[in-house]
């Protein structure tokens, strides 16, 4: 994204830049037949060497962003420098939230997670009661031991020992420390249910988030781009009444100036749509542009390889 805004920037300043070639030659015609005063004058012969000055600003910022686009992907750069695709948009319009929430219970590692600490807890709770209850063990020993001075004497006719043994545990006096442990061990499991529940509403809602981020960047997108697009057409056409003295310098210079804010609210909603998509993707595990679970996405990749 970087290195395709230093991109879009980089067009748009060679446009002005002819833009404003062609706006100095108009006015030196004005100012030589008096219809332009030296002022003027002076403010496009300025506007244009603000042009060049950001035109030299873009090139640096396009290369040193192809460079490191290049350093990323660990590939060798070429010695002319690319040009890039502007993205197309192939989106979908909008995400249904049943849809994106089925495929969070199926393949989200938070629901698992919450699941294991939730039969921890159970666990917990379950030892914590059973603990001031009736227990009870038995012991199966056996064994064979012989006294000698060497090692083969050892072995020769070693005395056998077998011995079994019952425990049990009866509690008679609790004295209250096992009824305040089961307590406590009630009171930390029911503080846990409430962290389960306020953890799940709180992915719920970010879920939730993510999918009304995503449609309204989407929205911003179509129309950013409509209005960019709107943006250059208008300044052609400013340009042209301008050097039919239709329009005013200041009328010449804003609509200039809304240009390039046109392309960076372009940028921006390109960027965020992207952004918001691969978000939602990240926690479905699932690409809503091709159909298709990203484990089988990769398996089918892999088994062509």
């Not at 879009?8 to 830049?17: A, G, K, P, T, V």
């Not at 804003?254 to 992207?274: D, F, P, T």
């Amino acid at each position: 994204m970087s290195a395709f805004i230093s991109q879009m920037e980089l067009d748009l300043s060679e446009i002005n830049l002819k833009s404003n070639d062609t706006l100095l030659n108009i006015a030196k015609m004005k100012l030589g037949n008096g219809s332009f005063t030296t002022y003027e004058y002076n403010e496009v012969n300025l506007q244009s060497a603000n042009a060049k000055y950001t035109l030299e600003n873009a090139k640096n910022s396009f290369e040193q962003a192809i460079q490191n686009l290049y350093t990323f992907l660990d590939i060798e750069r070429t010695s002319q420098s690319p040009r890039l695709e502007i993205p197309i948009f192939n989106l979908p319009i909008e995400l249904d939230s049943s849809r994106i929430m089925f495929y969070i219970h199926k393949n989200n590692s938070f629901k698992l997670n919450e699941k294991i600490k939730r039969l921890e807890a159970d666990k917990t709770l379950y030892q914590a009661k059973i603990s001031d209850k009736l227990n009870g063990d038995i012991r199966l020993n056996y064994g064979a031991n012989q006294y000698a001075t060497t090692l083969p004497e050892a072995y020769n006719k070693p005395d056998s020992r077998q011995s079994v043994s019952v425990g049990l545990q009866i509690p008679v006096f609790q004295w209250g420390i096992n009824k305040n442990k089961l307590k406590i061990a009630d009171n930390n499991y029911q503080v846990s249910l409430i962290e389960f529940e306020k953890s799940q509403k709180e992915f719920h809602n970010k879920i939730i988030e993510l999918i009304n981020t995503y449609n309204h960047n989407v929205k911003l997108w179509l129309t950013a781009e409509n209005t960019y697009k709107l943006s250059v057409d208008q300044y052609k056409l400013s340009i042209q009444k301008f050097s039919l003295g239709k329009v005013s310098l200041y009328e010449l210079f804003s609509a200039q100036k809304e240009q390039s804010s046109g392309l960076q609210k372009y940028y921006n909603a390109v960027r965020n749509a992207w952004s918001s998509y691969f978000n939602i993707r990240k926690e479905t595990l699932y690409d809503f542009t091709n159909e298709i679970e990203l484990e089988e996405y990769f398996l089918k990749t892999i088994y062509k390889k």
